[in-house]
Structure formats: C-alpha cells, structure tokens
Nanobody, 121 residues
C-alpha cells in the first residue's frame, strides 16, 4: 500500500510565500509523474504543476512565475514553492504520484488527502 501525505498549508496574507511538501511512503519501486492540483470552493479540481521522472516540469498559466514544483527522489517527496500568493490561490491543494510497487507493472495514480491554503488579508 502507498500513502501520500501533504504538509505545509496555512493561512497567510497576500504577497506571502509558502512551501508545500508531499511525501510518498509504502510499497514503492518507482515514482513517475508527480503533480499538484488544487480545488477552490465551488470549483473543479485543477492542475497546478507537474514534474516528470526526468525532471521536466509544467505549470498552469495562472501560477507561472510564482509557483515552482520540484522533487527529491531520495525522499520520495514533491514540493510546491508558492510565492506572491493571491487570494485567488485559496484552495485545498492535493498532490498525486504515479507509482509502481514492482518491476514490470503499470503505475497506479495515488492521491493525498489535501492541505488547506488560505490567502486573506
């Protein structure tokens, strides 16, 4: 079994910075794509950023230049550095990861339970 646990959420003022972490644990052989999503009240869940196993990253236009995704494969962890936060960044942030438990099988996508980020003055 695999678990993803997010941490680092909180309440902060506009213009502030926050770093989210998401650590994967359990039966892990390989981790492929890792990503951050968010869901604001009354809205659909949307992708924020992703990072492939080779390190290639993608980022939503709404957060480009402000958010940076990175990963530490030694720690099975993905990070989201968020700068210049705006009230519209308020949401529950979820991580996911495509993980195999052994060689020769297709990856399964696992999700964390989410961490709340609130940006308000």
């Amino acid at each position: 079994q695999v678990q993803l646990v997010e941490s680092g959420g909180g309440l902060l003022q506009p213009g502030g910075s926050l770093r989210l972490s998401c650590a994967a644990s359990g039966s892990i052989f390989s981790i492929y794509n890792m990503a951050w999503y968010r869901q604001a009240p009354g809205k659909q869940r949307e992708v924020v950023a992703s990072v492939a196993a080779g390190g290639e990253t993608t980022c939503a236009d709404s957060v480009k230049g402000r958010f940076t995704i990175s990963r530490d494969d030694a720690k099975n962890t993905v990070y989201l550095q968020m700068n210049s936060l705006k009230p519209e960044d308020t949401a529950v942030y979820y991580c996911n990861a495509d993980i195999t438990a052994r060689r020769g099988v297709l990856p399964i996508r696992y999700w964390g339970r989410g961490t709340q980020v609130t940006v308000s003055s």
